[in-house]
């Protein structure tokens, strides 16, 4: 069996991207994607409600770092901004450092291969995040 490593993000940025060069030359741009996530509220059940009343919907964000780097990352660095929406393909990648007090963090990084801008707004292109999906990967392909 063949081991994946393959990370496909659809969210917004929560900053401004941060671009830095490594000691040899490379860009290095890193940033923060908010992904959200909808629950709908369950059907409340008891002799005093009503017939098909719900408990209040719930959302859930969760927040991915992600590297891009050469080429990729100036491109984010330059036209990327807070709140912009994107599509992130890439893979995770584990980082572990020292912290001050001498414990040892691991933190996960999302390492782009590929960014691509999403049209941003209600007038979205695309139905469904799947659908996006698609045209995103058809784009790859072709």
Not at 21 to 45: D, I, N, Q, W
């Amino acid at each position: 069996m063949r081991d994946v490593n393959k990370v496909l993000l659809i969210g917004r940025l929560g900053a401004d991207p941060v671009s830095r060069e490594t000691p040899s030359g490379v860009a290095l741009t890193r940033f923060s994607v908010a992904t959200s996530m909808r629950k709908r509220g369950e059907a409340r059940k008891g002799e005093n409600e009503g017939v098909g009343e719900r408990d209040e919907d719930k959302e859930s964000t969760v927040w991915h770092r992600v590297v891009a780097w050469g080429k990729e990352g100036e491109v984010c660095a330059r036209y990327l901004k807070k709140g912009a929406p994107v599509f992130i393909e890439g893979r995770i990648r584990q980082n572990r450092y020292m912290t001050k007090e001498g414990q040892t963090r691991t933190e996960l990084e999302v390492h782009a291969d590929r960014v691509s801008f999403l049209p941003s707004g209600g007038t979205s292109a695309w139905s469904s995040p799947s659908e996006a999906i698609e045209s995103a990967a058809a784009s790859i392909l072709n």
